[in-house]
T-cell receptor, first 113, second 111 residues
Framework: DTGVSQNPRHKITKRGQNVTFRCDPI?????LYWYRQTLGQGPEFLTY????????KSRLLSDRFSAERPKGSFSTLEIQRTEQGDSAMYLC???????????FGNGTRLTVT | SQQGEEDPQALSIQEGENATMNCSYK?????LQWYRQNSGRGLVHLIL?????REKHSGRLRVTLDTSKKSSSLLITASRAADTASYFC???????????FGKGTKLTVNP
């Protein structure tokens, strides 16, 4: 168990640019989640996958956000035309089945200037 | 949207004292989980309690669940400076497959 890995750890970008984050879950975990967390708040659900299928996407996500999980292994989260309000910590988590604990990565901190 | 609400928002205690954090939620749940987060890091799972359970222990942690009041509490006994972190409750609502987190309690344990 090497844990959930997220890259990069930090990303600074200018408003209007596109960014992509990567998450490598624990290898035997078939469920993968993306959350966003702003300062002083709890993680806010964005989307989740079971294997390669994206099963739910938050209504809070605009069309600028897209996530993929090709082949049911790693996942990417892309934000197009970034805005200052996108500045946050983006957390990835995985688990082996419904009702089992989530294992989180250390997140990617995005700063949009 | 956040289903759980922790109380208090912040708690400061001395080492050796007990810390109690509360969580209230809105809908029927399958289970409730508590997580801990150190500054700038990801969350770490502490304990899971299912809707048909009333109390659970893990080391210095004790969690209770009252489904009639839609509330849970996390007790950390004999706190240590290393317990300083933010603590979140998360619920898995009936009919949903995602965990929804509260806003958290920031615990500071002073040596």
């Amino acid at each position: 168990d090497t844990g959930v890995s997220q890259n990069p750890r930090h990303k600074i970008t200018k408003r209007g640019q596109n960014v992509t984050f990567r998450c490598d879950p624990i290898s035997e975990h078939n469920r993968l989640y993306w959350y966003r967390q702003t300062l002083g708040q709890g993680p806010e659900f964005l989307t989740y996958f079971q294997n390669e299928a994206q099963l739910e996407k938050s209504r809070l996500l605009s069309d600028r956000f897209s996530a993929e999980r090709p082949k049911g292994s790693f996942s990417t989260l892309e934000i197009q035309r970034t805005e200052q309000g996108d500045s946050a910590m983006y957390l990835c988590a995985s688990n082996i089945e419904i009702d089992s604990p989530l294992h989180f990565g250390n997140g990617t901190r995005l700063t949009v200037t | 949207s956040q289903q759980g609400e922790e109380d208090p928002q912040a708690l400061s205690i001395q080492e050796g004292e007990n810390a109690t954090m509360n969580c209230s939620y809105k809908t029927s749940i399958n289970n409730l989980q508590w997580y801990r987060q150190n500054s700038g890091r990801g969350l770490v799972h502490l304990i899971l309690i299912r809707s048909n359970e009333r109390e659970k222990h893990s080391g210095r942690l004790r969690v209770t669940l009252d489904t009639s009041k839609k509330s849970s509490s996390l007790l950390i006994t004999a706190s240590r400076a290393a317990d300083t972190a933010s603590y979140f409750c998360a619920t898995d609502a009936v009919g949903s497959e995602k965990l929804v987190f509260g806003k958290g309690t920031k615990l500071t344990v002073n040596p």
